[in-house]
Structure formats: structure tokens, C-alpha cells
DNA sequence: GCAAAAGTGTTCCGACTACACCCATGC
DNA sequence: GCATGGGTGTAGTCGGAACACTTTTGC
């Protein structure tokens, strides 16, 4: 879906694309309202469950569907700024990790479009977001139902947002194995099986071994042991870590896989 | 720039953001054109030079600045349709591989928001392209400046165009490396020194040894030699491989590392 | 003591590096 | 022949996979 091989594709059938422009207006500018649309995710690591926040939307189109947070753009407001009143509005919390997804923006995809006369188009300029479960509160204004679901129970969404969460997800797992956002979204010391646990929640059980997964982990020297031990119920007590920043610095844009 | 973490902002800091909202018009959603902007580059091989093209703007804003190539959406049109407009604009090219890249829509990245009383914001998301150099023809209309610019060459753009082209090189690097996009850009037939001279082109002498190169390239067992050797000048021919798409398929969406 | 969880060590094997070397052509 | 570029092979080394084993706690 984001990339688009057009490799042989000829001349004529690029000038002419299969879904040929508007015949009225061809050549006028289209005018847009733009949205911001987020995929937050977070892991609730007890119920060993990758959740995704929905809301229930309450006016057309799509009354009575589950849908992804989101806003359209205010005024004055940057798309990022946009992002953050999403999270803030729904959600109290102070860990996470933001980043853009990718832009959907073909025409027809709101049905809004084509219900009002202005032929104003809707753009969704898709988020996803990691935060941290425990440090998180719904805000529930009582009126607009707000709710975590587990990522193998999303029901049909509004729009296209399942194809947007589809990539969200692709993405968490992405950045999961090549950058270190399970620390923005763990406490600020950690056990290594918390970092274990994170990682087989989200990417399912066997993408390693736990033993391999520590030494791999610690060899990458972005992780400071507290010499603190805490005890869980039964077994050994665990060191804590901190995650060292200053050490992650060097390793920054450099490929590194946690896999 | 195109990822945002906000480990341990504050709910305040999120509530009121440093670039607060237009004060006037807080709450009003923002009017949008939107644009694509195309980062398209080719391999020249003979020479050794990755090249990006680049338009001469003849319009205020920015008018005797080079841009990207560019071009507001219009109605009926989806972004994709705006950014094959774009090329075929510009050039002829039957090979190419295009993907979306960031979209950028801070307000005032763009003067013509404040000269306008209109209040319209221009959002632009960006592309990046890798065409055939060879098999690419200008189009050259007279009036226009058009041209491919070696990257270490490339002047202050107009708008933030430089930050997107900055992006868009790092996006081509790491495709390169994660998948084939080589091919989608090289003849049907190719030897093996010519996908390598590809890849120092663009990822630097030195990101490989060319026998080792070789080797796990033909290991990923995706190329098929056609045993069709081609002698180009002193020296042993070369072998003409092909690319395998249906040798690829089970691979895709795997992660592959060529370098 | 025993189960549970944390942490260590070891063996095997495949992959990547860095070369040295052979092959086929033009001149 | 020799320079030039294509192609093959190998020895050393690093790192991951799998799994056995030890340590420290609760009960």
C-alpha cells in the first residue's frame, strides 16, 4: 500500500490513469480539509495483549462505527500539534512515542466528500502512537464511548481506517526490531523480562529465545544496571535497568537489530 | 525529523503547545491545497553520479529559486495521480519505482499562506522516485528550467525543499538496501557489475567488496542467468542476468540486507 | 526440598570479510 | 604478452540458535 512499483508501466497509461480525473472540473484545484488519524497502540503486558485505542463515533457518516481517534486541522495548527491534541484529548499520558504514517488522500475515501456542495475533499494524514498501558487513563466524557481493544478483536472500522491500522501495526513491528521505543513506553527502570515480555506481546512468542535475547540486549551497552533487585512472587529477583541515552546517541540512525 | 519522542513531556507542555494555535481563529478548522512535491533520482553509472531533478520556478514565491518538481492536487485527482502528473510533466520515463515520503504542513512553510487573505494553508507530501537514466528524455518546453543536478551540487532550494530532498536520499539509501528496488530501474538484462556499480553510486565506494557482492546476491537466488554473455570493451564478458519476480514473491516483506 | 524465575555458559553452524587466484577478452 | 574486467575459492572470524546448566528466591 505505501509503495507503488510501476516498473513497465507505459507512457499512455500514466497519462491516462485508470481512474481518470473529474470530468467537470479537470484542472481546477481540489480544496482539502486534512486529518490527523492515529493508530495508538499500547501493551498491556500483565494480560500479554497489544491493544489499540478506538472510539465510537456518533455522527455521519459511519454513526455507530468504531473508528481511530483523530481531528481534522485546526487553524494555525501544525499537523504534529494536531497529533498531540488526538492523544490529549482521549487519553492522559505522559510516556509515548509519535511519529507519521503515511498520507491517504484519494478521492471518495469520506463519503462526506461527496455529500456537500463545496466538493471539498477529506486527507488523512495517519499517526501511529506507542504509550505506556499502566500510565494511561481513558478520558471518558461519559457521552462518547472511548475503549482498548485487543488487536484480534478490531471490528470493522470507519473509513479506511482498517487499512490504516494495518499499517500502523506493520510499522510498530518495524520499529520494535530497529530502534529502541519499547524504552519510551517502559517505566524508568526495568526488568529485562519486562523488556521481554514487551517484545513477545508485540511480536509474538519465538521470534527469540529469552537467554539469546538478553545477551543481545546487554551487548549493545545501551542499558545501565541500577544494582537494584526486585523480587516478582516466586523465583530469583531481577536487577533493574535504566535505559542510558547518552550511550544510544552513537548508535542513532545506525541499522541495529534487537531480533 | 520525520519521527517525534516525547518521553516525559508533560501533560501541560501537551495541552499547550510551543507554537500556540492562531489566536483569532482557534477552534476553526484551516482550508488546505495540497501539493506533491517529487523527489526523483537517477543513477547515472557512466559517470558515477547519483542526480536529482530539479525545476527553476518562474513564479513568486521563490521564483528564481530551484524546486522539486511539484504540483497541486487537483480535483478528482488522488496523490498518486498527482505525483505520476508530476513526472510525465516532466519527463518521459517508462521505469520507474515511486513511494510516499513525508508530509510536511507546519502553517507558514509556505509564504503564500500569510500573502493571501484567504487563510488557505498549503500541506505538501512529498515523494521520492528512482527513474531510469537512460531511458529518461526531459521534457524540455523552452521556457522552463529543468535539469538533473549531481546531490553534492544541489543549491538552497525553494520552500523546505532541501529538508525533503535530505529525507528522500536517506529513504533511497535504505530501500536500496532493504529491497530491490535496483531492478525496477535497471535494463531487463543487466550484468551483475551493473547492479554494483548502482550501489556504489549511490551507497558510496567501499559499502562492499564487489566478489562478495556477487555472491550473496546470486545466493538470494533471485537473479536468472540468461547465458547470454555481453563484451563491453577489453576483458571478460559478462554473464546477462534477469530478475526473478516470482523468485522474489516468498521473499518479500521479509527483511533482506544486500550490503 | 521443590518449583519458579533470573542469569550464565557452551557448542554448533552459517554468514560475512578479506583476500588470493583463475578465466576470457581486446589490443 | 599484458592489461582489463569477470568470476571462483578459501581461511579466519564473528555472531546467532539452541539448549544445558547454575543461582536465588517463595513456599
Redesign the pocket.
Known amino acids: 500500500m505505501p509503495t507503488t512499483n510501476t516498473k513497465g508501466k507505459s507512457i499512455d497509461s500514466l497519462i491516462a490513469p485508470a481512474n481518470a480525473p473529474h470530468p467537470l472540473a479537470s484542472g481546477e484545484l481540489a480544496d482539502f480539509k486534512v486529518g490527523v488519524d492515529t493508530v495508538i497502540f499500547s501493551v498491556d503486558t500483565e494480560q500479554h495483549r497489544l491493544l489499540v485505542l478506538l472510539v465510537l463515533r456518533h455522527q455521519a457518516p459511519f454513526s455507530d462505527y468504531w473508528s481511530l481517534p483523530g481531528a481534522l486541522v485546526r487553524v494555525g495548527e501544525s499537523l504534529e500539534d494536531a497529533a498531540d491534541r488526538v492523544l490529549t484529548e482521549k487519553i492522559r499520558v505522559n510516556n509515548l512515542y509519535l511519529e507519521q504514517l503515511f498520507t491517504f488522500g484519494g478521492p471518495n475515501r469520506d463519503p462526506r466528500e461527496s455529500a456537500d456542495a463545496y466538493n471539498v475533499r477529506y486527507l488523512s494524514v495517519s499517526h501511529f502512537a506507542l504509550v505506556r498501558f499502566e500510565d494511561t487513563a481513558l478520558i471518558a466524557d461519559g457521552v462518547s464511548g472511548i475503549a482498548w481493544y485487543p488487536l484480534s478483536r478490531v471490528p470493522q472500522l470507519a473509513f479506511d481506517h482498517n487499512q490504516i491500522l494495518t499499517y500502523g501495526y506493520q510499522r510498530l513491528r518495524n520499529k520494535l526490531q530497529y530502534s529502541p521505543v519499547a524504552f519510551d513506553v517502559l517505566p524508568e527502570t526495568f526488568?529485562?523480562?519486562d523488556v521481554y515480555q514487551l517484545y513477545t506481546t508485540v511480536l509474538g512468542e519465538g521470534f527469540?529465545?529469552?537467554?539469546?535475547f538478553?545477551?543481545?540486549l546487554?551487548?549493545l551497552g545501551i542499558l545501565q544496571d541500577t544494582g537494584v533487585?526486585t523480587?516478582?512472587?516466586?523465583?530469583?529477583?531481577?536487577?533493574l535497568y535504566r535505559f542510558d541515552a547518552e550511550a544510544f546517541e552513537p548508535l542513532k540512525d545506525r541499522p541495529m537489530?534487537f531480533?
Chains 1, 2 share one sequence.
Do not use: I
Open positions: 526488568t529485562l523480562s527469540s529465545d529469552y537467554s539469546n538478553r545477551t543481545r546487554l551487548k533487585k523480587s516478582r512472587g516466586a523465583g530469583r529477583p531481577a536487577s537489530v531480533l
